[in-house]
């Protein structure tokens, strides 16, 4: 299958990509994030938490709405959310909060937008380039994490290949 990169400040420009290249979606991986580990200087800052409200709902919003506004089919879309939500880490309150939005507008738009279904799921701590650090901590292979979502969403319940 193609995939198609999006920039989610400017979705219409993975729209017009998708229409030059005549492809309708089935399928939205929505892993967009800014940096999560930052250092504060107060326990709770309105511009991190609207930074993170920015990617994880405004232009989650907008994204979804620009391939629903261009593209009739179904779309089946993934959105990942964080063990973080669970945890209650102090210094990623901002993060957090703007992870539960997000999935509290997935929950909306799966019940109520036609043609539309939203998977949530809160992934463990990832080895990623957001989580590399210089002391050691337990992270879940991405690619293991990611496999069982793809198999999931495809109803491909079969052994690895």
């Not at 729209?15 to 309708?24: D, F, H, I, P, T």
């Not at 504060?40 to 629903?68: G, I």
Request: charged residues 25%.
């Amino acid at each position: 299958p193609d995939t198609v990169p999006c920039t989610v400040a400017v979705p219409e420009a993975a729209v017009a990509e998708l229409r030059a290249k005549n492809l309708e979606p089935t399928h939205l991986y929505y892993f967009a994030s800014p940096k999560i580990f930052v250092s504060k200087s107060e326990s709770w800052e309105p511009d991190l938490f609207q930074s993170f409200m920015a990617s994880y709902v405004t232009h989650f919003q907008a994204t979804v709405n620009a391939l629903r506004g261009a593209f009739d089919g179904p779309l089946t879309i993934f959105y990942p959310s964080s063990s973080a939500l669970d945890d209650r880490i102090q210094a990623l309150a901002e993060y957090s909060a703007a992870k539960a939005a997000g999935e509290e507008l997935c929950r909306y738009l799966d019940r109520f937008e036609k043609d539309l279904r939203v998977e949530v799921r809160r992934l463990p701590r990832i080895a990623t380039d957001q989580t590399l650090t210089l002391t050691t901590f337990p992270a879940a292979s991405a690619l293991d994490v990611m496999l069982e979502v793809i198999r999931d969403l495809s109803g491909d319940r079969g052994s690895p290949g």
